[in-house]
């Protein structure tokens, strides 16, 4: 894992959208990852880890 991508994981635990919006832009993803956070903030987090590392 580059540093890149490590530092990208370590906003997406602390502020998922904002990792989410760093990886993908705004778009689906970031709409996605915003409503899971509404609900809860695990699912957000998740979401945004998963999105950050599939490649």
């Known amino acids: 894992m580059d540093t890149n991508k490590l530092l990208l994981v ?3 635990i602390l502020l998922p ?6 990886k993908e832009g705004a778009g689906k993803q970031l709409l996605i990852n ?5 609900f809860f903030l ?4 998740l979401h945004a880890i998963w ?3 599939k490649d």
């Open 51 to 53: 999105v950050i590392t």
């Open 10 to 12: 370590i906003i997406a």
């Open 17 to 22: 959208p904002v990792g989410v919006f760093l």
């Open 34 to 38: 915003i409503i899971l956070c509404l």
């Open 42 to 45: 695990l699912p957000g987090v």
